[in-house]
Nanobody, 120 residues
Framework: VQLVESGGGLVQAGGSLRLSCAASGSTFSINAMGWYRQAPGKQRELVAA????????NYADSVKGRFTISRDNAKNTMYLQMNSLKPEDTAVYYC??????????????WGQGTQVTVSS
């Protein structure tokens, strides 16, 4: 599975961005997906996650009410709509997917990351 993020950039505080994560390869085996972020000097943290069918989502407390995760399985793409952005949202955002097969069990995959910078 290959994951490619897009949509990052520079935005002023209060603005919005939408990140996309396009999956290719053995996408039929993808289960849960999610977005993580890592700011300079900090550990990578979970931002939002979504189950395979999109029916269940969860968010970090710091983004609840501002970010929305979604996925379009027909397009093999996951999204993160980010509204009311704050300077503390500045980080590299990574797409994550977990596949499951009987032969290999759960296997994690990561995208290369996309930079989001929020200016005050």
């Amino acid at each position: 599975v290959q994951l490619v993020e897009s949509g990052g950039g520079l935005v002023q505080a209060g603005g919005s961005l939408r990140l996309s994560c396009a999956a290719s390869g053995s996408t039929f085996s993808i289960n849960a997906m999610g977005w993580y972020r890592q700011a300079p000097g900090k550990q990578r943290e979970l931002v939002a996650a979504i189950t395979s069918g999109g029916g269940n989502t969860n968010y970090a407390d710091s983004v609840k009410g501002r970010f929305t995760i979604s996925r379009d399985n027909a397009k093999n793409t996951m999204y993160l709509q980010m509204n009311s952005l704050k300077p503390e949202d500045t980080a590299v955002y990574y797409c994550h997917a977990e596949t499951y097969t009987a032969a290999r069990g759960p296997v994690p995959y990561w995208g290369q990351g996309t930079q989001v910078t929020v200016s005050s």
